[in-house]
């Protein structure tokens, strides 16, 4: 258990629809990361919150959008799914905002969009 | 732009037979180059983080090291429990929307027979 928690771990919805990925940074960290990994694109950086503020984005779709709660947990929502959404979802965690440590991964979320 | 390139993309070897694998990197500035493991539908997992040329760390049987413009992760008599895909991930000082992204390369799938 590397301590980043996401939920679901896997979810299938329809094209159209829109989903809600969760994740909880390990204690104590306050930086979140969101990354993407498709089978042809890698792992692709989408968007960075640290303390509750969004303070990096990556190549992340306006259909997508997260937050970061008081709590630090962080919700990514991902709206008017495609075929292409299809990916695992990563979400880590470091203790500061491009702290140079090693970055902590969750184990994702697979979506499919059917 | 901020690139990294691993090969080869796979590699298979006998357990035993030990090699190397391949992270070039080209980045404005380097903060941090990092090394993790993925399995199937697992989330990465940190190895090292090198720092300068020059560094070297090692784990196991895993000895990564740095230059100015490349990294090698030498497997030394690898066993089959090894066989996984490779990640190397790049951080560039910067401001703003690079500070505390990764830059992740596409990875060697790695497969060690017994």
């Known amino acids: 258990d590397s301590g980043v928690t996401q939920t679901p771990k896997h979810l299938i919805t329809a094209t159209g629809q829109r989903v809600t990925l969760r994740c909880s940074p390990r204690?104590?960290?306050?930086?979140v990361y969101w990354y993407q990994q498709s089978l042809d694109q890698g792992l692709q950086f989408l968007i960075q919150?640290?303390?509750?503020?969004?303070?990096a984005k990556g190549n992340i779709l306006e259909r997508f959008s997260a937050q970061q709660f008081p709590d630090l947990h962080s919700e990514l929502n991902l709206s008017s799914l495609e075929l292409g959404d299809s990916a695992l979802y990563f979400c880590?965690?470091?203790?500061?905002?491009?702290?140079?440590?090693?970055?902590?991964f969750g184990s994702g979320t697979r979506l499919t969009v059917v | 732009e901020d690139q990294v390139t691993q090969s080869p993309e796979a590699l298979r070897l006998q357990e035993g037979e030990s090699s190397s694998l391949n992270c070039s990197y080209t980045?404005?500035?380097?903060?941090?180059l990092f090394w993790y493991r993925q399995d199937p539908g697992k989330g990465p997992e940190f190895l090292f983080t090198?720092?300068?040329?020059?560094e070297e760390k090692e784990k196991e049987r895993l000895k990564a090291t740095l230059t100015k413009k490349e990294s090698f992760l030498h497997i030394t008599a690898p066993k089959p429990e090894d066989s996984a895909t490779y990640l190397c991930?790049?951080?560039?000082w910067g401001r703003g929307s690079t500070l505390g992204r990764l830059y992740f390369g596409r990875g060697t799938q790695l497969t060690v027979w017994p």
């Open positions: 880590a965690s470091s203790v500061a905002q491009g702290s140079g440590y090693g970055y902590t």
């Open positions: 204690s104590g960290d306050l930086s």
């Open positions: 919150y640290y303390n509750g503020e969004e303070r």
């Open positions: 980045v404005s500035g380097l903060r941090g």
């Open positions: 090198l720092y300068s040329a020059g």
């Open positions: 991930a790049v951080q560039a």
